[in-house]
């Protein structure tokens, strides 16, 4: 990334920082700042809009149930190129703020060969080489950037298909669609992953910031470089107070059942003889 499109980067994540603000209570790190939030958003917003726009312009079917939101038929028609533009626009500016992140490493392969065991739950902790992005999330990144570059030039080819061949028109159709399918397949996976596959993760998105416990259960190497601390120490001791919490409450509970046997057989015991 060029120092320039760097300086760019980093004055507008100023800028929304002045805007907006993160709350990091005890217990939590921050993970996204108020730029990378609203851009996210921002992208997924103008997604579904392209998304259902564009589905109802393709699908017959759709077309009855989906066209009313936008207002009918033409409309949408006319909205669906504008909504694309948005989300092509938003991703771009997510693009050069997620660019150097993002980047693939040994790492990123590694957890790619290991990805059955990742969504079947096998292990309770990630590798400790997995830092801020995983591998999965860096394949869906990229996929989104070659598809965004997909749906902006075939997008703009059927846009002015009065300036170009008949032939390129309709290829372009075909990979507009095969983007399109691409695309919905890695959201739902990724709304899915941030939602109930992983607990903790959605809030990331809303209030920025993850609980500790996540971030080393999750992305053991970058929770090591925000906070200093070994994340496989931490959570062998955090599992150590759980269980001894756990213990505790056991022992309380069984205090409590003896001294209500206690006091269940002193009344017993007081009651007159019949």
């Known amino acids: 990334m060029s120092t320039s499109v760097e300086r760019f980067d980093e004055r507008a994540r100023r800028a929304a920082g ?7 209570h005890r217990g939590e790190l921050l993970r996204h700042p108020v ?12 997604f579904v809009l392209s998304l259902l726009s564009g589905f109802a312009v393709y699908s017959p079917w759709l077309f009855r149930w989906l066209t009313p939101l936008f ?9 669906h190129p504008w909504f694309g533009l ?26 790619m060969r290991r990805i059955k065991e990742y969504t079947s739950n096998k292990e309770k902790l990630e590798p400790e080489d997995v830092g801020f992005f995983n591998g999965g999330q860096k394949l869906y990144f990229w996929a989104i950037v070659v598809s965004g570059a ?4 075939t997008g703009l080819l059927m846009w002015f298909d009065n300036a170009v061949p008949r032939w390129l028109v309709a290829l372009s159709y075909v990979l507009h669609d095969i983007a399109a399918l691409i695309m919905l397949a890695g959201f739902i996976i990724h709304v899915y992953e941030g939602t109930a596959a992983q607990p903790g993760t959605f809030q990331a998105m809303t209030n920025g910031t993850v609980r500790e416990e ?20 931490d959570y062998e ?38």
Do not use: C
């Open 18 to 24: 002045r805007h907006g603000r993160t709350v990091v």
């Open 237 to 274: 001791r955090a599992r150590h107070r759980q269980q001894e919490r756990a213990r505790a409450i056991e022992a309380w509970e069984r205090e409590q059942d003896a001294r209500e046997r206690s006091s269940a057989e002193a009344t017993a015991a007081e009651l007159p003889e019949r």
């Open 150 to 153: 997909f749906f902006l030039v």
């Open 86 to 111: 948005a989300f092509d626009i938003a991703f771009f500016f997510q693009f050069v703020n997620w660019l150097a992140p993002m980047a693939w490493t040994k790492a990123d392969s590694r957890w």
């Open 71 to 79: 207002g009918g038929g033409p409309m949408t028609r006319f909205l």
């Open 35 to 46: 730029y990378t939030r609203a851009l996210h958003w921002l992208v997924a917003i103008s």
């Open 214 to 233: 996540w971030a080393w259960t999750h992305h053991p190497a970058w929770y090591a470089q925000v906070t200093g601390r070994d994340p496989r120490t």
